[in-house]
């Protein structure tokens, strides 16, 4: 990720699938108790909705100074797998509000993101794409294709014009004759 930063992209991942993700682990850390995993689920969601430093902070001071997670086994368990894959700089501000600009509403996915991408490979023929190199490449290899083909068609309407252009002239001229005997 650290890469990806570095050439100035923004990681962005989608909310429906980092609460996915988190139910996962959840379900793993605490298979039998429901009571926290709605503790843990409702500070998942007070950081999501962090959009400041301070905010970020507020949340970090509930996960370590609150009774709401008492100093289990599963507790200490799950707080170490959301620093270590979550609450990381390099990673945190691409599913907080604080990474996000203007989240509102049904804009906390990027599945508009996921749909053009999958546009784009429907529309160059592939289904399944690996990777946005892959992607790449073969939208270069459609825009190549399609570019010959759209040569090849207006060559065709050109020719056609200009025969239907002369032919037009050439009945013009002959009705012209036609009335003037």
Not at 20 to 27: D, S, V
Not at 53 to 58: A, I, L, M, R, W
Request: hydrophobic share 35%.
């Amino acid at each position: 990720m650290g890469a990806i930063k570095n050439i100035g992209c923004h990681l962005l991942l989608c909310a429906f699938h980092s609460h996915y993700t988190f139910g996962e682990k959840l379900h793993y850390f605490f298979p039998n108790d429901k009571r926290a995993q709605v503790e843990w689920t409702k500070l998942i969601f007070q950081f999501e909705q962090c959009r400041t430093d301070e905010d970020v902070e507020n949340a970090n001071a509930v996960m370590y100074n609150s009774n709401r997670f008492p100093d289990t086994a599963a507790s200490n368990g799950f707080r170490t797998y959301l620093e270590d894959n979550w609450l990381d700089y390099n990673i945190i501000d691409a599913w907080i509000d604080r990474g996000r600009a203007n989240r509102e509403g049904l804009m906390n996915t990027n599945n508009f993101t996921e749909a053009h991408f999958r546009v784009m490979s429907t529309f160059i023929g592939h289904k399944k794409v690996d990777g946005i190199h892959m992607l790449m490449s073969k939208l270069l290899d459609f825009l190549k294709e399609w570019e010959v083909k759209w040569t090849t068609h207006n060559q065709g309407k050109v020719q056609t014009e200009k025969r239907s252009t002369r032919e037009e002239k050439e009945t013009e001229i002959s009705s012209k004759r036609l009335r003037a005997s």
